[in-house]
């Protein structure tokens, strides 16, 4: 029993889907390129931003080109409710990831920048 996806998702679902495919490749070459003696992650530890968390990396990659004019991240904070310093934890220094529900938040923004709208906080 498959579901349609509504109208009003299927930009941000094409944008999970290349997202995940971006991902994947990713995970790939890292895994291929990390050495046998990797450090198992903790279970039920919180996961960092890096080589572990591929899916985030390329959301990051994929929002950066949004970025670059002059108050876009301190637009972005307001709409996630952070202060504008953790964008620049989230997206330029990768010393933190938010919580589920801003990432899903930061996700459509990202594809309503894509297709040139304005998500307003």
Same mark, same amino acid.
């Given at each position: 029993m498959?579901q349609?996806? +509504? @109208?009003?998702? #299927?930009?941000? $679902?094409?944008? &999970?889907?290349?997202?995940f495919?971006? %991902?994947?490749?990713? &995970?790939? !070459?890292?895994s291929?390129a990390?050495d046998?003696?990797?450090? +198992?992650?903790g279970? $039920? =530890? !919180?996961?960092?931003p $890096? %080589? *572990?968390?591929p899916?985030w990396n390329e959301?990051?990659?994929f929002?950066?080109? =949004?970025?670059k004019?002059?108050? !876009? #991240? !301190?637009?972005?904070?307001?709409?996630? $409710?952070v @202060?504008?310093?953790?964008? *620049?934890d989230?997206? #330029?220094?990768?010393?933190s &990831?938010?919580d589920? /529900?801003?990432?899903?938040?930061?996700?459509?923004?990202?594809?309503?920048?894509? /297709?040139?709208? /304005?998500?307003l906080?």
């Amino acid at each position: 029993m498959s579901q349609k996806l +509504p @109208p009003q998702l #299927k930009v941000q $679902g094409a944008l &999970a889907l290349a997202l995940f495919d971006a %991902a994947t490749a990713t &995970a790939r !070459t890292v895994s291929r390129a990390m050495d046998s003696a990797r450090r +198992p992650s903790g279970q $039920g =530890h !919180t996961l960092r931003p $890096g %080589a *572990q968390t591929p899916l985030w990396n390329e959301l990051v990659r994929f929002a950066a080109p =949004h970025l670059k004019r002059r108050g !876009t #991240k !301190t637009n972005l904070a307001r709409l996630l $409710g952070v @202060p504008r310093q953790r964008i *620049q934890d989230y997206l #330029k220094q990768h010393t933190s &990831a938010p919580d589920a /529900e801003r990432t899903l938040l930061l996700l459509c923004w990202v594809a309503a920048r894509a /297709e040139g709208h /304005e998500l307003l906080p």
